[in-house]
């Protein structure tokens, strides 16, 4: 059984930029979850979808955004790229909605913001 | 919000020692989860607990919902525990469940 992927996995953007992260979840996974990581924040969540339609979202500017696909794939985007947005980007998917069930994480895509 | 806290931050063990990592929160919960981040940064889900005691393999979580309160132990623990274990709750009422994650707690353990 396929694990979650996300892509890319390194990525680097000047300031301004925008950029767009996808997560592939675990087949039959309708959750998907996005956090942000960082030395000085630790681990935040940003937002969640389940069956196409953002359910959860977490303390961010507008600026990050995401959709989901009928086949549960999720992109997220961050647009006017600053350099706080230098971070490790994760993606989980459950079963279920709401953090109630097993989360299973990708790889994550590590964004340096320049 | 919940808060969530987690310690020690920082601990270090030699190999067959007995951890235990402890994690409180402020708002009860429906569950909690322990997660493990290895250098690289993947994450994996190790438990997910509302009540009681979970086991897997040497690793042991237990949870006190009255007290908010909630242990990860590791017997014999083994250089490839070495880690970074994180605990994280979610917001409680409605259908609000943002997860709230603790620091985190970085477990070196030594041959």
């Known amino acids: 059984k396929a694990g979650v992927t996300q892509t890319p996995r390194y990525l680097i953007k000047t300031r301004g930029q925008q950029v767009t992260l996808s997560c592939s979840p675990i087949?039959?996974?309708?959750?998907v979850s996005w956090y942000q990581q960082t030395p000085g924040q630790g681990l935040q969540f940003l937002f969640e979808?389940?069956?196409?339609?953002?359910?959860n979202k977490g303390n961010f500017p507008g600026r990050f955004s995401g959709r989901q696909f009928s086949n549960s794939r999720s992109e997220m985007n961050v647009s006017t790229l600053e350099l706080g947005d230098s971070a490790l980007y994760l993606c989980a998917s459950s079963l279920v909605l709401g953090n109630t069930g097993e989360l299973f994480f990708g790889e994550g895509s590590r964004l340096t913001v320049l | 919000k919940n808060e969530v806290e987690q310690s020690p931050q920082n601990l270090t063990a030699q190999e067959g020692e007995f951890i235990t990592i402890n994690c409180s929160y402020s708002?009860?919960?429906?569950?909690l989860h322990w997660l493990q981040q290895h250098p690289g940064g993947g994450i994996v889900s190790l438990f997910m607990?509302?009540?009681g005691k979970k086991k897997h393999g040497r690793l042991i979580a237990t949870i006190n919902i009255q007290e908010k309160h909630s242990s990860l132990h590791i017997t014999a623990s083994h250089p490839r525990d070495s880690a970074v274990y994180i605990c994280?709750?979610?917001?409680?009422?409605?259908?609000?469940?943002?997860?709230?994650f603790g620091k985190g707690t970085l477990l070196t353990v030594n041959p």
């Open positions: 979808y389940f069956s196409e339609t953002q359910r």
């Open positions: 087949s039959g996974h309708r959750s």
């Open positions: 607990l509302s009540s």
């Open positions: 994280a709750a979610p917001n409680s009422g409605g259908s609000n469940y943002k997860l709230t």
């Open positions: 708002v009860g919960i429906s569950a």
